[in-house]
């Protein structure tokens, strides 16, 4: 029996684990108390790591479909065979079709591994067609088109330096079971008990009393979809009552107060549900505290005003004189700074659209909305074949139904995936890659939104087998198979550089970026402190010198956000028969997939539709009943459960569930069947950075 050093990757928390080994087998995990990041926290999900590598549902060979429909069956095939297969039915199409006809969608996971960052990324670069698309247009696309317009880089997003906060201001986030997002703050339980005992305040805006609504100091329930009247109100009465401290950087104010006189908090109430004087005392409040932070998360980013949900928070705390401050929000220094390095793209809107609605790109993707569409519209451009990496799009992005029926039209398609799910069951040829434990580990994109500065270099817990692959060997192999079928290669020196960036290991690469990084660390040194190096607490200064637009100051008159605000000014609100549908997570869920974990399963249902009692009562209905919830695009049949948690004219279901398709491989799919949230969802609605509006739809139930 052995102890052994572990990362749990699966989220943004990254946290340190202390793993038992007998004989080869996960016999315990805790979390590592001398993590200086994550401090011991370890979620259900960390407990249950282990379950991935020994889940028999996995996939380790590739398997190539044979059949159609009910009656397709899965064989295994070998290595070579299934990389020709893809090499061949890509450049098929590409030869035939042009690049275009080629769709890649990268899911959540991705950023979570490190091969899929150094060798996916790059992969995607050598496959140059525009209908790229991933969950970020289904998740944090108007947080990054913010920070591209304020601030000049896509993901220099400022994160509350929670640790020093004295005033916690959360708009549609929920840290407690998230353990942060866009903010990786592990042990965030512990962290809100050090903010109370400082005598510090959270105040929450959520329609749901949320497990962090449940433990802050202040919680208001807002109606789906009209924070921006709120967070618009709030900065309103900063600017009005002379509250603003703004810093010497910051230009275009007596634009954002001209714009925002119609934004009273009056109209925010009669909008959203919030007190007008609520609103105005949370403002003052904010605007005095010593050191304050603004936030907003998943519930404010996937509405149909996203983006000026996040240009308010970002403007409020910049006026407050809360950015770069300790204790408000702050920019990270990672051992390997991704973004001031150039490893990550600045970001850029609009420079192509979608072939069919005109929707613009951001950062040379397409909003995965807009997907199922550019499958079924003939014409040039039309995708007629597909890669997916590690995404379950049916299950995770709007009408899921629609586009479930969409892939069954491709004439061709391969996964990257270790499991059959409701869209690879699409696929021609899946190859699995190795499990989290069977890889090498360091975290390029979390560390530069941590809420502390850390490095931790986790090497792979368990070899990989005779027979399997990496993910960064496949994405390789796909890469320079396919470029060598193409009619019209690129030219030889392209290809070579491919090739050479390719054949370097993800761990080479991280070895190389820290050596020449700021604090000259390498992976030798990280490995001799297996917990991490803390690296200390986010640091003040850093601003305008980070700054990466062309004067090395910010316009808060951001003209793509302001001319969105008449837009706002016209939103409809449902009339009284309609409920406003949002999501949930909890704390065993990983987004749509490991509902085949015993660990995670187990004890009381969460698959229920959380109604208010008095919406119940109103239509006649009782708690557990069975009730079928209809929107614009489809419906589902699922058990109702009334709760006060609820605010009255809003209903929950949670994200990711709903495996009911035929051959998917979930052994305990039964218990977490549920009903799919994006069986409602609307492809339709879209913010103006092309992010999907999964909150605030339109329902009715009976």
């Known amino acids: 029996m052995e102890k052994r050093l572990g990362v749990c990757n699966l989220c943004e928390a990254i946290c340190g684990l202390e793993l038992t080994i007998d004989e080869g087998v996960v016999t315990g995990v805790r979390g590592n108390p001398e993590d200086p990041l994550s401090r011991g926290h370890i979620c259900p999900k960390g407990v249950a790591i282990a379950d991935i590598y020994t889940d028999p549902d996995r996939l380790k060979h590739p398997v190539r479909r044979v059949g159609d429909g009910d009656d397709a069956r899965w064989e295994e095939i070998s290595w070579d065979e299934a990389f020709d297969l893809v090499a061949d039915g890509i450049a098929r199409n590409v030869n035939a079709h ?46 990054q088109l913010v920070s591209h317009l304020l601030y000049g880089h896509q993901l220099l997003i400022p994160v509350p330096d929670i640790d020093r906060t004295s005033y916690f201001l959360i708009f549609g986030g929920n840290p407690m079971v998230s353990n942060g997002s866009l903010m990786t703050v592990p042990d965030f339980p512990n962290r809100v008990r050090e903010l109370k005992a400082r005598d510090g305040r959270m105040v929450v805006f959520d329609p749901r009393r949320t ?19 709120v967070l618009l109100a709030l900065l309103n009465t900063i600017l009005d009552e002379g509250l603003a401290n703004p810093p010497d950087y910051l230009d275009g104010l007596d634009e954002v107060a001209a714009a925002l006189k119609p934004f009273t908090p009056e109209r925010a109430e009669a ?8 609103i105005r005392r ?6 005095n505290a010593d050191r304050a932070a603004a936030y907003g998360r998943m519930g404010v980013s996937v509405n149909e005003f996203g983006t000026v949900c996040q240009w308010a928070i970002q403007v409020i705390n910049l006026v407050t004189g809360n950015l770069d401050r300790e204790g408000g929000v702050m920019l990270t220094t990672p051992a390997i700074d991704a973004v001031g390095r150039g490893l990550l793209g600045r970001g850029h809107i609009g420079r192509f659209t979608s072939r069919v609605r005109g929707i613009p790109e951001f950062g040379g993707e397409l909003p995965v909305s807009t997907l199922r569409e550019e499958i079924e519209t003939p014409g040039e451009g039309q995708i007629r074949a597909m890669l997916t990496m590690s995404g379950n799009p049916v299950l995770s992005t709007p009408d899921g139904a629609a586009l479930d029926r969409a892939m069954g039209t491709l004439d061709f398609m391969a996964s990257v995936d270790i499991y059959i799910n409701e869209t690879t069951r699409h696929a021609d040829v ?15 994109a979390l560390h530069v939104l941590a809420v502390r500065n850390t490095a931790r270099f986790t090497p792979a817990i368990f070899p990989k087998g005779k027979d399997q692959r990496h993910d960064w060997e496949i994405f390789r192999e796909i890469t320079m198979r396919t470029l060598g079928r193409l009619q019209s290669k690129p030219p030889l020196k392209q290809r070579l550089v491919a090739r050479a960036k390719l054949s370097l290991s993800p761990t080479r690469s991280v070895d190389l970026l820290l050596r020449t990084g700021s604090y000259k660390l390498s992976v030798g040194k990280l490995k001799k402190e297996p917990a991490g190096i803390d690296l200390g607490p986010l640091r003040s200064g850093l601003i305008p010198k980070r700054l990466q637009t062309k004067n090395h100051r910010i316009n808060a008159a951001a003209q793509y956000v302001l001319d969105d605000l008449e837009r706002l000014e016209a939103q409809v609100l449902p009339g009284l028969d309609e409920l406003l549908l949002i999501g949930r997570r909890h704390k065993q869920n990983c987004n749509s997939w490991m509902h085949n974990s015993e660990l995670l399963t187990k004890g009381q249902p969460r698959h229920h539709l959380l109604v208010n009692p008095a919406d119940l009562e109103a239509r006649g209905l009782t708690d557990g009943a069975m009730v079928k919830v209809w929107s614009r695009v489809g419906s589902v049949v699922v058990e109702a459960k009334a709760t006060d948690e609820m605010m009255p004219g809003v209903v929950s279901l949670p994200h990711g569930y709903g ?5 998917v491989r979930l052994s305990r799919a039964s218990q977490v069947e549920g009903a799919s949230i994006n069986d409602l969802t609307d492809p339709e609605r879209l913010d103006i950075s092309g992010n999907a509006a999964l909150s605030g739809v339109p329902v009715r139930i009976a």
């Open 430 to 444: 899946i190859l699995p890659a190795t499990s989290a434990l069977e890889r090498d580990h360091y975290d390029l």
């Open 659 to 663: 495996h009911q398709k035929k051959g």
């Open 98 to 143: 042009g690049w275009d006809a080629l769709g890649v969608y990268l899911g959540n996971p991705t950023v979570h591994s490190l091969g899929g960052l150094t060798h996916g990324l790059e992969m995607l670069h050598a496959l140059r067609t525009r209908n790229r698309f991933s969950a970020t247009s289904v998740d944090q696309l108007p947080h």
């Open 282 to 287: 949370i403002a003052r409040e904010f605007a």
């Open 211 to 229: 497990e962090t609504a449940k433990v802050a100091t202040e919680h208001q329930f807002v109606r789906p979809g009209t924070d921006a009247w």
């Open 271 to 278: 909008a959203s549900g919030v007190d007008a004087a609520t």
